[in-house]
């Protein structure tokens, strides 16, 4: 391998000796012989989860039984798992609320932006963003009265220029969650409120991997998955973020007991609660709010510029490795670290076939419509050698040209 590998393994073991959250590690349980790269998906499973939530089951549910909601506090696991989300996102606590889906979050976000600036019509969003930001806008905007008008991040401020008295809410993804660009939190939410708009930020793709500083840049709403870089479990709940300053007039379109002022109160009417609480609906999934609250340990004692630190170093040294390995794949992905999330998108005609092909070699990416090997890069439990390795696959994969194998060829449900 020396002579075809261009020092990229000397490079890697040394990083590897360098970096300092190395140890995160081991805070994870993966099964050996995998090179895991779709922590963008469905995050890893952290070694602490199973035990937590087996006490959950056996002790909580089990033992304790209805005792819990007080004796093991679930009635506040929605706003202190939030808080810990919001440590990682850069919110002070009281800000932010974990249940529902990202999918039910952004409605609530999108009708209560709208009864936030009435008279003003307009949702500015990008056409590019993930397909449920578009399809619950479309539902949401049916119902406030909203007229959705698209526009790329790039091209967003022309808009607001232009036409951003009739603005109530510009939408965005932090990072595409296909090209793993990352936009300008910063420059957005201020281009936004230099018109009286609001910015939404979907976080699905940067919560846990870049320091998003939602505070510090007077982000005006936010929500993001559970299940992804913050790897709470296959259908954990979501957050949501609504800065202290905008709770008062946050009005949900959910008004669902746990939301109410007084939720034991029964009364005959409803009466938001004050503070974040009011964006809480019913019940939550118990079960996976404290998986995902357990998962959140695997973060503790690491700061997210450390995190972020790493993974620009991890997808930074599989971009040498792709230039050096494999020259001509094209990169979707920016190479501008300021402008890179925590993925590397690759463009290829026969992307399923070389995600499927990689897959049975034990590097687990994933593909998305139309043309990309979606490999996502999880700082806390990655190595730079196994960067190398996946990139190594990678050649060996093209240059064999396992992609065409007739059995890769066939879809399953979920790509
Ligand atoms: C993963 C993802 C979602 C998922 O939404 P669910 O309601 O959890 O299914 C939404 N938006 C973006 C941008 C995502 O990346």
């Not at 709208?114 to 307009?122: E, F, I, L, S």
């Not at 034991?264 to 609480?277: D, L, N, P, V």
């Not at 979707?332 to 890179?340: I, K, L, Q, Y």
């Amino acid at each position: 391998m020396q002579d075809r590998d261009h020092g990229l393994a000397a490079r890697a073991a040394a990083l590897d000796a360098a970096d300092p959250i190395a140890h995160a590690r081991s805070r994870f349980d993966l099964p050996p012989g995998i090179i895991y790269l779709d922590g963008n998906s469905l995050g890893a499973l952290p070694a602490c989860v199973p035990d937590a939530v087996a006490e959950v089951v056996r002790q909580q549910w089990g033992t304790d039984l209805i005792a819990s909601w007080n004796s093991h506090d679930w009635w506040d696991a929605p706003l202190r798992a939030g808080n810990a989300v919001g440590r990682l996102i850069g919110a002070a606590p009281g800000q932010v609320a974990v249940g529902d889906s990202t999918s039910v979050n952004l409605f609530k976000c999108y009708v209560a932006a709208a009864r936030m600036r009435p008279g003003r019509q307009v949702v500015l969003s990008d056409p590019g963003v993930f397909s449920t930001d578009q399809y619950v806008l479309e539902g949401a905007a049916r119902l406030a009265g909203l007229q959705i008008v698209h526009a790329g991040p790039d091209d967003m401020p022309a808009v607001l220029a232009e036409r951003g008295h009739e603005v109530a809410l510009v939408s965005v993804s932090q990072v595409d969650y296909r090209t793993g660009e990352l936009w300008d939190l910063p420059a957005l939410t201020r281009a936004a409120h230099e018109v009286g708009a609001l910015c939404l930020w979907d976080l699905c793709h940067s919560a846990g991997v870049v320091e998003v500083g939602l505070d510090e840049h007077e982000a005006d709403l936010a929500v993001g998955c559970g299940y992804k870089y913050l790897n709470g479990g296959p259908g954990a709940p979501a957050f949501i973020y609504v800065p202290l300053r905008h709770q008062a007039a946050f009005d949900s379109p959910l008004t669902g007991w746990h939301g109410h002022a007084r939720p034991f109160g029964m009364e005959s009417g409803y009466r938001a609660a004050t503070g974040i609480a009011r964006t809480r609906v019913g019940t939550p999934p118990l079960l996976s709010l404290l998986a995902l609250e357990s998962a959140l340990t695997a973060y503790e004692g690491l700061d997210l510029a450390q995190v972020r630190r790493k993974s620009l170093s991890l997808t930074g040294f599989f971009l040498d490795c792709v230039r050096e390995l494999v020259p001509d794949v094209v990169v979707a992905t920016p190479v501008e670290d300021a402008r890179r999330g925590s993925q590397v998108a690759l463009r290829h005609e026969h992307a399923f076939g070389v995600v499927q092909a990689l897959i049975a070699r034990g590097v687990i990416g994933d593909f998305r419509e139309r043309d990309i090997v979606r490999m996502g890069f999880a700082p806390l439990y990655l190595s730079h050698e196994d960067t190398l390795a996946a990139a190594l696959h990678l050649r060996d994969v093209l240059d064999a040209g396992e992609h065409l194998a007739e059995r890769f060829a066939s879809r399953a449900t979920v790509t």
